[in-house]
């Protein structure tokens, strides 16, 4: 385990050159041994690992239906504890983070204050993370400034004790492992379906400011056969960065207003909320956001092997109704959300392949 | 273990239906293969039930006097997590559920504001439970809305996913597991003194609003040979629906304001706290509440065999002096309460027989 | 183990005669068998047991290097359970109790609100702290009343049942464990250097309400060959008990507030930050601190051998270019922070010697 200890890319390079960096060219400085050792963004993931977690995942939960398997889970990291900071606040992310640790043996530690008290004492945030650093084995951290995760990753593998940081959210941007456990739900959901290739996904709602479209959009685009549609009313629509992103990759795709239209053509719609804690004048109030509703009605027109996707908290943007409909996925990607954490630290940690030999004797 | 993860009559019956039901006829619906599954009322108890988890809690408490059996406790159910949810503060039932969870090797998490951030966003409370449901085997919960928990319950059973649901307080109502440290300490403090049968216990302070008081008459009388008193200023005297009950099962009482002449005649004394958080207009004020206060020139007037209970906080009600009389028992109603919620959540999973085998190879 | 929770020789004196003792007579009543039981003033510790605690600290972390040492330690205490009272807000102390519990097993539970919400209902802080000694094995507090941590420790053991308090800070005077942490820093930088005797040691800033060099002073007290300089503007210099120590003591100390002239004579700087929010009326901005913060210009003009310390968090009185010189010890000091809890909490439940055992066969 030393290893991960060892070396990191971060300390090859200067803060200024770093942060200059586009976001495709980032994840090699995240990565030791070829595996990802900080996860801070969402381009940092390509097919093999994406592939190797979901794996991971899947084997995982597998594992976890005995309490054979829950022991031997609870073993693999009990030489481990980990930090859970959020400035910002975030029931869900939290818990689900928490409960991975404690699924595979992790002791968790929590501040969930918006401010610490040693930023009341005139801290910076730097050595308020770093203090966080000498106690722990990995900071899962959200906050509200852009590329603050990234920074604390670059200024610990620049320490004599750098440690893993996951970023749970950051600023408006990041949020990469909501955009994993997205994919995960769309493989998963797709494995007795053909897969990927040939799919269409509409994203539907706030396009503009949602960081999870913005993350999952980078994620599908690595599956070229898969069409993606925009829907969206024109001020929330999805922002041209992406469009240029996939214009690059050959991907297919379409923005729209007519929600309508679009539903008994997809695969997958992933329905999000208006994210007016981001409006500077209350902007959101002055559209009707009404059409981009899912409501019960609309069930009949979808593909009968078609999913339904949100990555919660939800408002009125899928009636409670549908949550009982079989293609109705969320509540799952909230589950999903638990275990491809679980394996992604685990991967961290480079214990998957102990997942694999398990997994093997329980199934042989 | 896997079978409480079974069907839940809560699940054939719909939730106008459920609602209308008395007291009485509820708690059924909250059992699975006889046992309690979700806790939500202290109505939904029976004497054997009571009986059982009082003697399993004994036990439990004799087995964790040494390192061995903690080590055995801490087993029994490694492979569980739990969800403590007080949307409403409490300090001191928050952490005794949080030890029992320990104890009894549960993994615990917690959230403890008054609002998540989910619900800052707009989420339903049933969403941010559900979500809950999502990473945990089991939910805590202390709730302001009277019948949330029942609601959740309800919801929850009607989902893929079910876990027992524990209500740690709800609305001004509701309080089972309070009900219970107190039956536990009155059978305990009993058990030398020739049993509940003939004894008189005297209820003290604001009956009108104490949920613990209501739940407590409840469970005293399935006791018929109890004798009760309620003992309050006129305003804050216990309610009709509670006399009523008494009435129905010929349980007999007496209602009185005249402390002092009732302090020589009982057998237990369970003191309360004036609840003026429930006031709409100060109206706590107006009463002279003194002289429902035990002083320290009453104890000469109290039996000998007595005992002196109170949930807790106190004021005034108590003088801190008394607390080294070995007639007070409030500072061991704290531990007991700690014991029978990890009786409790044993029973709820099955495992109060391992309690059994292993207390008689100690005594053996 | 059991016989930790023997009498206390706090049970034989009354908390009249015991408040108003001197700090130097007070720390045989925290004793048991010869051991620190309740942690709460520097003044408690004398030199074999300093010693000790840091031989204790040294040999855990070492021992914490191998997965087989972190499960021999998290065996430790595994039956433990600690509540961490923290009514005054500390990320830095809590995270550090909170680690060294997990790192020898012991459970942790928290507080943190400045106010719980029994006090809100009107109950007495004393019966608050009275509440977690039901539940937990150890009492962790910290808390704005000076001399609360040691009221608990006396009402405590004047129950049935007494558990150890350690002291986290409290009011303006102690924080003992801060002093810990810092001799240990001091005695393991001097390790390969000679030794303590005939240092000379430099505190600088507010020395006047910082509680950090207060209990520090009179632990390098113990070590009669050191000389101590206290660098200050005149308001914040060293108070005058301080000094009156020092004189009996017999050790040489020097007040200036030439900090330049004194950083080329010194083994050791500690750094301190104005405490401003101890201010009554603003007056720390009156003050100009600036010629007492320690600049990158300085680092030529100090001893290659010297350190620099300071207790965190810091403003301005270190510039962060200094971090990366080798001479600069407040990360490792942080470190040195949770090893040193580490070594008390086990000290305080007789474990040390197991430390030792299997050390003994490491290093054979």
Known sequence: MADIYRESPLKSIGWEDFVGLPLEEKGRYFLRDGRPYHVLIAQQFERPTLERLCETATRTRRIAKTRGGIRF?????FDKRAMLYFAQPSTRTF????????????KPA????ASTSSEVKGESPEDTVRTFSSYFDMIIMRHPVG???ERIAWLLSNTERPVPVINAGSGRDQHPTQALLDIYTLLRSFEDKGGMEGKKIAF??????????????????LYPGVKQYFVAPEPLQI????????????????LTRDFERIIPEVDAIYMTRIQDEWDTADESRSIDTTPFHLRVEHLRKLKPTAIIMHPLPRRKEIAPEIDSDPRAMYWRQVRNGMWIRVALILYIFARESEIDRYYEDLIS
């Open 110 to 113: 929590e501040v969930r204050d």
């Open 239 to 254: 922002r041209g960065d992406i469009l240029q992103m996939l214009d690059k990759r050959g991907v297919a795709y379409e």
């Open 73 to 77: 889970l609870q073993d693999l990291l």
């Open 204 to 221: 539907v709602g706030d396009l503009a400011r949602g960081r999870t479209v913005r993350s999952l959009a980078y994620l599908v685009a």
């Open 147 to 149: 590329g603050f995760a």
């Open 95 to 106: 818990l689900s983070f928490y409960s991975a640790c404690q699924i595979i043996g992790i």
